[in-house]
């Protein structure tokens, strides 16, 4: 009997010790993505590339002016600058049409699906680093970044992802 309750004890002992070991590594990583300013690319989950700030400089970067909506502040227009995530898959050697889409993912959880067919449209998914011309803070900086993900075809900006951390091709 005594025997039987130390055997589960250790049993429990050893989940909790693997599941504190596991979250610990969940939070590294939202903290390398957010003060190293990378994004993970994944295929299905599996973490197939990262990209930093210095990968994004060799892109195309393009800029373009929205309207900022938020529940904290008037609509008010400004102007992004970044790289279309279709050339960021393509640079992390990638061949997005070989996917139905992808899951942008944030680091607070939000999660947003993307068509394949909307990430390859011209002009329309865009990964930000810029507003009116200033970096984008983190969200413990009480920023949106340092990443941004913005939809145009999305006016309302409900599918604009802030703090961006995680492509995942599906
Ligand atoms: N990471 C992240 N991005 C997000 C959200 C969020 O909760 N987390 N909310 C979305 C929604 S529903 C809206 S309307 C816009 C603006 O959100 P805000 O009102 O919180 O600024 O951001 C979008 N992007
Ligand atoms: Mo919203």
Do not use: C, H
């Not at 973490?47 to 990968?55: F, L, Q």
């Not at 050697?93 to 959880?109: F, I």
């Not at 939809?151 to 992802?161: A, H, K, L, M, P």
């Amino acid at each position: 009997m005594m025997k039987r309750i130390i055997i589960i004890l250790l049993i429990l002992a050893a989940v909790v010790g693997v599941t504190a070991y596991l979250n610990k590594g969940a939070e590294e990583d939202l903290l390398t993505a957010q003060r190293e300013s990378i994004i993970f690319i994944s295929e299905e989950g599996e973490r197939i590339a990262e990209v930093s700030y210095s990968d994004l400089e060799q892109l195309e970067e393009a800029e373009f002016s929205a309207t900022l909506r938020s529940s904290s502040q008037p609509a008010r227009e400004v102007s992004y600058t970044g790289v279309t995530l279709r050339d960021i898959l393509a640079a992390a050697g990638t061949d997005p049409v070989e996917y139905e889409g992808v899951n942008a993912a944030a680091v607070d959880g939000y999660t947003v699906a993307l068509d394949i067919d909307e990430v390859l449209m011209e002009d329309n998914v865009f990964v930000v680093y810029l507003r009116d011309g200033e970096p984008l803070e983190t969200r413990d900086q009480g920023g949106d970044g340092p990443y941004q993900l913005i939809v145009r075809e999305d006016t309302y900006g409900q599918r604009w992802v802030k703090y961006l951390m995680e492509i995942d091709l599906r």
